[in-house]
């Protein structure tokens, strides 16, 4: 299996909300679309950003139980996934800034 990431999530989020707009217009079929999408989302959130994923299927929940009166807050979920993303990825430049960094035989630091 392949490792979690929050830019899918994005886009599983994204997608699920042009379809329930869909769904909104009269093209029923996007119901199933929407849900499937954050099924997706939240399978994928689920074993690094457990929070957003409990969010994201709270959301799905609430769709699947009232689809008529379902309020659309999936630019809500959008917005926690890109602090997600934003967060994850100043994580990741300090590791790799921090694995740059050598400890010198006279304990002094230095680039690599």
């Known amino acids: 299996m392949r490792p979690a990431c929050i830019i899918c999530v994005s886009k599983h989020l994204a997608a699920a909300e042009i379809c329930f707009l869909e769904y909104r217009r009269g093209y029923n079929e996007n119901l199933l679309r929407t849900i499937g999408h954050l099924e997706h989302a939240w ?17 799905k929940k609430n769709l699947e ?15 926690r996934a890109a602090d997600t993303w934003e967060q994850f990825r100043r994580e990741r430049d300090a590791d790799l800034e921090g694995r740059r960094k050598t400890v010198h035989p006279e304990g002094g630091e230095g680039e690599a």
């Open 43 to 59: 399978q994928e959130a689920e074993e690094l950003w457990p929070a957003l994923a409990a969010e994201i299927y709270a959301e």
């Open 65 to 79: 139980n009232d689809p008529d009166n379902y309020v659309l807050k999936l630019q809500d979920l959008l917005v």
